[in-house]
């Protein structure tokens, strides 16, 4: 049996409406300026994993943003502030989906990253998925001084299945907000 788990850098905002990158921008903007430094491009990330001859998709992306029906949901959350979650327009969920797709993978930057080809290892992430703990995404409720977003599942996965996801390589110039709030999290939550 053959495995891989691959990781993939995305542009934030790689293919949605023009707000999301936009909006992303800004927010790097006034985060460059209050830590007195050069604005970075943004990246969020997803994996791809093969086991065998199954391949599943994981990321963590808004509800309302796929309606296909058999998409790997393992988890949801609230998006903003706990309470807004009640509304499908203020909710993420995770997916660990077979023979499922990243959206805008032809926008990858510095991607795929190769992980690992252990068998062992790639069932460690696929069954990590569903107990990424759902905090509020946009928040920092561990106390990281980042929020809590898509690169904060996969650091997450990264970290608890043995992976050492705190070498993982950054495209150049580019950050990963919301990273070391994953990294944080496997490490207290254990």
Request: charge should be neutral; proline fraction near 5%; charged fraction near 25%.
């Amino acid at each position: 049996m053959s495995a891989l788990v691959e990781l993939y850098w995305l542009p934030l905002g790689a293919g949605a409406v023009a707000t999301v990158r936009w909006s992303g921008r800004v927010y790097e903007a006034i985060a460059a300026r209050r830590d007195h430094r050069d604005a970075c491009d943004l990246y969020h990330s997803a994996l791809h994993v093969r086991l065998g001859d199954d391949h599943f998709a994981i990321e963590m992306a808004p509800v309302w943003g796929n309606r296909q029906p058999a998409r790997g949901v393992v988890s949801e959350g609230a998006v903003g502030l706990p309470w807004l979650g009640r509304s499908r327009f203020f909710r993420y969920e995770v997916r660990r989906w077979r023979d499922g797709i990243i959206p805008d993978i032809a926008e990858a930057v510095a991607s795929p990253q190769r992980l690992s080809a252990d068998i062992a290892h790639a069932r460690r992430v696929l069954d990590l998925v569903p107990g990424f703990p759902t905090l509020t995404w946009g928040r920092d409720e561990l106390g990281t001084g980042e929020m809590w977003n898509s690169n904060s599942l996969i650091a997450w996965l990264l970290a608890r299945s043995g992976d050492q996801a705190d070498l993982v390589s950054l495209p150049a110039d580019g950050r990963a907000p919301g990273w070391s709030a994953g990294l944080v999290a496997a490490a207290v939550r254990r």
